[in-house]
Every structure is written in C-alpha cells, then in structure tokens.
C-alpha cells in the first residue's frame, strides 16, 4: 500500500507571495490533517479535513487555507507569505482514528 | 499555553542500556496519548498509544506507561539500540475528537 505522498518536497518562495502545497493521502484514508513544524515548537496543527469538511482548526491565520478533494486529496495554501512561514509542512492522513500516517513533508523556505 | 511538554530536548544514552522520555501534560480532559518517532528528512511514524483506563501498554522493546494523578507518561526502550537514534514526540488526544496535541519533542542519542 502506498504511504503518504506530499509535493513538492522543497519549495522556495519570496516575501508576499504565496503558495500551494499538495497531499494525496493512503488509499481509503478520509482523514487529511496539517502541520507546521519549526525547531522547538513540535507540531503545530494547521486544520484537518474528513470527506471534503474541514473538521478541526488550529490557531493560525487566515492567510492558511486548505480543501479536501472527492478522491481525499488535500491541498493547503498560504498567501501573502512572511519570513516566519519558513518550516516543514507535514500532512498526515488516518482512516478516522487517532493512528496518523505522516508524508515526508514539504520543506518551505521563504527569502 | 503548551498543554503537552516534553521538557528535555535531548537525551543520550548508551547503546544496551533503558532510555526513558518523559512527557507532562496539563489538560485532565485527554484520554489517550500516543508517541512518534522521527528521522531527519521523514515524517514522524506511529510508535506506541496508551489509553487513559491503562497504566501501561507495552510493544517489544517499548513501554509507555502513564500516571494520571502526575498527568505525566513516560516511554521506556529496552534495550536501546543505534537505530532508536531519532526525535520522540509524545500526542495526546481527547475522546471528543481526533485532533492530536503535541510536544516539541525529545531528540534521543544512541551512543555505540
């Protein structure tokens, strides 16, 4: 079974631009989470998705946005990017349940 | 407010002998709590869960245990070995959802 796949892997973006980062989660898996992880700070949950809702939100601007596909493909977009969005972006998918499975993680860099 | 702390970053220990990671929380309304490891470059793997009507869980080399009047919970590895060289997060969780709160995480050291 294929695991969890997230592109683009690195990703370098200007000030005030903004971005897409996209998850295609295991197969069968309705559950698409988010985070953000800096150095120090662990996991910070962005939002999760279940069958195209977005279920739960984090604490984070509204400049972060995300959707869920039919097929449970997740993407999450970030406008108007600030130095301070420069992190490893994670998606984690789960069949509903409290086991995530991670992708490898989108590194964004922002100059 | 950080409700789950693992307030070691690092941790080294001889390769053979227990590494211990500890993990406190603050919110008495998780129930379930679960622990991570992560290797440069991945993305974290599930390791080991624990419910709050446990005391312990155990798989192989890896115990969690928990101590709810502490609000504290612990994963043991025994023996460890060079490849347990990674970061460690401890998760927990509410019943009412699945949205999992974490810690910073603990890097463990393997020393040959």
């Known amino acids: 079974k294929a695991g969890v796949t997230q592109t683009p892997r690195y990703l370098i973006k200007t000030r005030g631009q903004q971005v897409t980062l996209s998850c295609s989660p295991i197969?069968?898996?309705?559950?698409v989470s988010w985070y953000q992880q800096t150095p120090g700070q662990g996991l910070q949950f962005l939002f999760e998705y279940f069958s195209e809702t977005q279920r739960n939100k984090g604490n984070f601007p509204g400049r972060f946005s995300g959707r869920q596909f039919s097929n449970s493909r997740s993407e999450m977009n970030v406008s108007t990017l600030e130095l301070g969005d420069s992190a490893l972006y994670l998606c984690a998918s789960s069949w509903d349940n409290y086991e995530q499975y991670f992708g490898p993680g989108t590194r964004l860099t922002v100059t | 407010d950080q409700q789950v702390k693992q307030n070691s970053p690092s941790l080294s220990v001889q390769e053979g002998r227990i590494s211990i990671l500890n993990c406190d929380y603050t919110n008495s309304m998780f129930d379930y709590f679960l622990w991570y490891k992560k290797y440069p470059a991945e993305g974290p793997t599930f390791l080991i869960s624990i419910s709050s009507i446990k005391d312990k869980n155990e798989d192989g080399r890896f115990t969690v245990f928990l101590n709810k009047s502490a609000k504290h919970l612990s994963l043991h590895i025994v023996p460890s070995q060079p490849g347990d060289s990674a970061v460690y997060f401890c998760?927990?969780?509410?019943?009412?959802?699945?949205?999992?709160?974490w810690g910073a995480g603990t890097k463990l050291i393997i020393k040959p």
């Open positions: 998760a927990a969780s509410m019943d009412s959802n699945y949205q999992l709160i």
């Open positions: 197969s069968g898996h309705r559950s």
